[in-house]
């Protein structure tokens, strides 16, 4: 009676994800921009956009899977939800709470296992969308990513009140600095598919075009991973 009882409770303030439709985790960093000695967007070896660009490609390819990131966010989109439900639990459980809570911390152990920096914190939201939205979602997100992405830049080029400026303004600004040649091809984010850097502008027309990886020199470095903590968590 009494495990009836608190199960209708436990459903009543949980959200269920969909088995059969796309589900998408989000996750940002806790507190990244206000760290204003630590840059996120220039790539270099061992810092916050490398690890967060191998992360994407490790859980990408893992659930095969697609990953868009830029800035201090990431966001996946699985479009077999089960394929992760059934590897965060063993009962089918697909209560959000659940799986944002297990997935979170796969995903903290990788990124701060290969961060060369300070440990990073994360937020994670999910939830269902329906299989024709994929490509909306996208489109949404490689937005605010660019306007994450400009908005950064120019706050630590010490712009005054660059977050209240239109997308317009932040773009001609951005590219008053001879040194955001470098940023442009990721400024509306960057797009992994199972485990593989593709076009964005390419796959929000329906194709699928693998590019270079933007991965500081082309030159990945193997990171050796203990996958039994994942075991541990459970």
Known sequence: MWNNYFLQIRKKYSMQI??????????DAKDTTKNKEKNIIEMY???????????ARYFSERYNCLAIF???EISFIFEQPMQLVNDLNSDNNTFSTEIISVFSQYF???????NKEEKVFWHGKCFSIHNEKIISFLKYKSRLLQLLNTTY???HKGVLNAGKLKLEQKLELCNSYPEYNSQKDYQKGTLYYCGKCIDLDKYLENKICQIEASNCNNSYTDIE???SMFDNIL
């Open 45 to 55: 070896k061992g810092g916050f956009r490398y690890t967060l660009e191998q992360t």
């Open 153 to 155: 830049f120019l706050k």
């Open 225 to 227: 991973f203990d996958e």
């Open 18 to 27: 969909s088995s059969k439709e796309p589900l998408v985790i989000n996750l």
């Open 108 to 114: 903290f152990d990788y990124f701060n296992s290969i």
């Open 70 to 72: 830029g800035a201090d």
